[in-house]
């Protein structure tokens, strides 16, 4: 079955380096996406990494991925108010169609 | 601005109604996605539709039902609502490929009183 699974809450100051860690349990898996949803608003797509990758790196985010342990994070780095927002996690599996299946978010807050 | 427009942002309504959710995906996106957003259960796939067919479902009420139009926007139509609908709907579309992102529309706010 699947399941993606997230830690609630994250508080960092402002300039480091935040981790936000996901766990799924689907070994199908073939993409692994980072969502952003800032209060109010939609879901902004951040960055996806394809399964067999182990590092996807843009700007200030840095996604691992750790297959055997079916593991991925975000690091965002220089960490900024602006990144207050709630963090989703999200795999989509080879089912022959693009169903995402979602964590239950980490809310990260940034504090200056 | 990740291209997919949704109307309304905010309804209101009572128990029992029926209402209209709308979506216009990305320009050259032919698949609509559904999802709902709620406290308690967290986002759930809804229903997928491509080029104007029904292609998966997901945990979607018998009330619910929805459908895509040869001009590839898509509606949601949620019937005898009750105060458990209340919740973020949200639309997404994607080229659809499994090389293809789903982007997000802002969402449909229901409140059902």
């Known amino acids: 079955g699947e399941d993606v699974e997230q830690s609630l809450f994250l508080s960092v100051r402002e300039g480091d380096s935040s981790v936000i860690n996901c766990t799924y349990t689907d070994s199908s898996s073939t993409y692994l996406y980072w969502y952003k949803q800032e209060p109010g608003a939609g879901l902004q797509l951040l960055t996806y990494i394809f399964s067999n990758m182990d590092m996807k790196q843009d700007q200030r985010l840095t996604v691992l991925l750790n297959k055997k342990d079916k593991h991925l994070s975000l690091r965002i780095a220089d960490t900024q108010t602006g990144d207050s927002a709630i963090y989703f996690c999200a795999e989509s599996t080879d089912t022959g169609f693009q169903k995402l299946v979602f964590g239950t978010g980490t809310r990260l807050l940034v504090s200056p | 601005d990740s291209g997919v427009t949704q109307t309304p942002k905010h309804l209101i309504t009572a128990t029992g109604q029926r209402v209209t959710l709308r979506c216009s995906p990305r320009?050259?996106?032919?698949?609509v996605y559904w999802y709902q957003q709620s406290l308690d259960q967290g986002l759930q796939f809804l229903i997928q539709y491509y080029n104007g067919e029904e292609r998966a479902k997901g945990n979607i009420l018998e009330r619910f039902s929805a459908q895509q139009f040869p001009d590839l926007h898509s509606e949601l139509n949620l019937s005898s609502l009750e105060l458990g609908d209340s919740a973020l709907y949200f639309c997404?579309?994607?080229?659809?490929?499994?090389?293809?992102?789903?982007?997000f529309g802002n969402g449909t706010r229901l409140t059902v009183t």
């Open positions: 320009s050259g996106d032919l698949s």
């Open positions: 997404a579309s994607s080229v659809d490929s499994l090389a293809s992102p789903l982007h």
